[in-house]
């Protein structure tokens, strides 16, 4: 695995995620990352925190320069719950559950979130404005619809498959919506 590469093609799909997202403050990005994947194995089977190492540091400076929150999700044995910070959940009225994420039971993501966020929190649903997907970990069911998605021009990280979304207000009615006079 060449870790330069990698952080050049992360740096590079961050920086379109960001211009395609058009995001505003204490919004929420949903960020789901198999580094397993990354490594070029099986999700779930070889969790490297060197790869979370890798990733974390960057995401989370280009988050926190937006003033947005940062929703990790768990893998499946934690039934992708996500590490939020404290006031993501008072912002926005999350029910918090209690566990801590490991290697074994979150993955390497959701450890190395929990290790550098202020005050870390679980929680088992969200509803994100945008998210990044990093080995097809699947984070739609903790976005809100309607899901857009974004197109980067980097296509993988490491040797994880790469997907980006962002959300937008449903829309109703249109020219051929009919309406009660009032």
């Given at each position: ?103 074994l039971a979150g993955g390497s993501m959701a450890v190395k979130a929990w290790q550098n966020y202020q005050a870390p929190m679980m929680v088992e649903t969200i509803r994100g404005h945008a998210g990044i997907d990093v080995g097809d970990t699947f984070i739609g069911m903790h976005l809100r619809p309607v899901v857009v998605p974004i197109r980067p021009s980097i296509k993988s990280i ?25």
């Amino acid at each position: 695995m060449n870790f330069e590469d990698m952080d050049k093609a992360w740096n590079q799909a961050l920086e379109e995620f960001f211009a395609q997202a058009c995001l505003k403050p204490r919004q929420i990005v949903v960020l789901g990352c198999s580094t397993s994947e990354v490594m070029g194995q099986h999700i779930g089977k070889a969790s490297s925190e060197e790869v979370a190492e890798a990733l974390l540091p960057l995401l989370l400076a280009k988050v926190r320069a937006r003033e947005l929150y940062l929703a990790i999700q768990a893998c499946e044995h934690l039934n992708r719950a996500l590490v939020v910070e404290e006031a993501c959940v008072e912002q926005y009225g999350l029910d918090a559950v209690t566990v801590v994420p490991s290697l074994l039971a979150g993955g390497s993501m959701a450890v190395k979130a929990w290790q550098n966020y202020q005050a870390p929190m679980m929680v088992e649903t969200i509803r994100g404005h945008a998210g990044i997907d990093v080995g097809d970990t699947f984070i739609g069911m903790h976005l809100r619809p309607v899901v857009v998605p974004i197109r980067p021009s980097i296509k993988s990280i490491g040797h994880a498959h790469l997907t980006m979304a962002r959300t937008r207000p449903r829309l109703i009615g249109g020219p051929r919506a009919m309406y009660p006079v009032v």
